[in-house]
């Protein structure tokens, strides 16, 4: 069975930095492609950033770009979103995903058939 857990999230101001962390239990999580999603209140879950399992290729959406970074770990089955300047639209609950056939359709959740809890953020102004 695949679990993930996330951590990190807090109540943080307008310009400041979080560093997310998600914590997956299986055997073979450098297959993984791994994501990162978020719902904004009143707003469908949208994508954020995926790195995949073989090339360490990355991809944001466009309003994180160059603010967000997304690594990591397959030593430590773990993979973290560094998000800086933060903003107020930034204000969601983030969600760790996994996905193993995941292709070029990175930016679609049903691609991930597991994911964590979610962890809030919530960035004042």
């Known amino acids: 069975q695949v679990q993930l857990v996330e951590s990190g999230g807090a109540l943080v101001q307008a310009g400041g930095s979080l560093r997310l962390s998600c914590a997956i239990s299986?055997?073979?999580?450098?297959?993984?492609?791994m994501a990162w999603f978020r719902r904004a209140p009143g707003k469908e879950r949208e994508f954020v950033a995926a790195?995949?399992?073989?090339?360490?290729?990355?991809y944001y959406v466009d309003s994180v770009k160059g603010r967000f970074t997304i690594s990591r770990d397959n030593a430590k089955n773990t993979v973290d979103l560094q998000m800086n300047t933060l903003k107020p639209e930034d204000t969601a609950v983030y969600y760790c995903?996994?996905?193993?056939?995941?292709?070029?359709?990175?930016?679609?959740?049903?691609?991930?058939?597991?994911w964590g809890q979610g962890t809030q953020v919530t960035v004042s102004s």
């Open positions: 995903a996994a996905g193993l056939t995941v292709g070029n359709n990175y930016y679609t959740r049903n691609n991930y058939p597991y």
């Open positions: 299986v055997r073979t999580f450098s297959y993984y492609t």
């Open positions: 790195v995949r399992w073989n090339s360490g290729s990355t």
